[in-house]
């Protein structure tokens, strides 16, 4: 007969996460091609979009996440546009253990402010006269397992 508490899976720890405030830190777009993009038959741009997630520790348990979008739109390597977010939120996070804080820091939070960012971006791309640009949904879980792996390949080859 088996032992019921050493065969029990290990409970999942506890975690508490409230986001108190969001904000815009920082937001640019510049369209250095104006007016002539709009008068030129162009061809189709490209796109490229950069994310980076920061945690700063404001206190004990507060903490501001910030998720910077950097989108560059080209034609022919000439800029079309260039859009640059830096949207934040304050939370607070109680939790059992660092690991769980700092995954809840770089994947959930970001998670719930992305769709926020992603409006942002969109408004301003079509208040630059532009069609609206819908960025594609993150997926924040494996961005940070990428992180992670590449910081304990950094710390192997030191």
């Known amino acids: ?25 920082d937001l640019s777009f510049e369209s250095p091609a104006t007016p002539q993009i709009f008068m030129e038959q162009a061809k189709q741009p490209d796109i490229s979009v950069n994310f980076n997630v920061e945690a700063n520790n404001i206190r004990e348990d507060i903490f ?5 979008v950097e989108v560059k739109s080209t034609i022919e390597d000439k800029p079309v546009f260039i859009a640059e977010l830096a949207y934040a939120g304050l939370c607070q996070i109680k939790s059992t253990s660092p690991e769980t804080t700092q995954q809840a820091l770089m994947i959930e939070v970001p998670r719930q402010l992305f769709p926020f960012a992603r409006a942002i971006i969109a408004n301003t791309v079509r208040d630059g006269g532009f069609p609206p640009l819908m960025l594609n949904p993150i997926d924040f879980n494996q961005i940070y ?3 992670q792996q590449n910081a304990a390949a950094a710390a192997d080859k030191a």
Not at 7 to 17: E, G, K, L, T
């Open 1 to 25: 007969m088996a032992d019921t508490a050493t065969d029990a899976p290990a409970a999942a720890p506890s975690i508490s996460i409230g986001i108190a405030q969001q904000y815009v830190k």
């Open 145 to 147: 397992r990428n992180h």
């Open 64 to 68: 501001e996440v910030t998720l910077n």
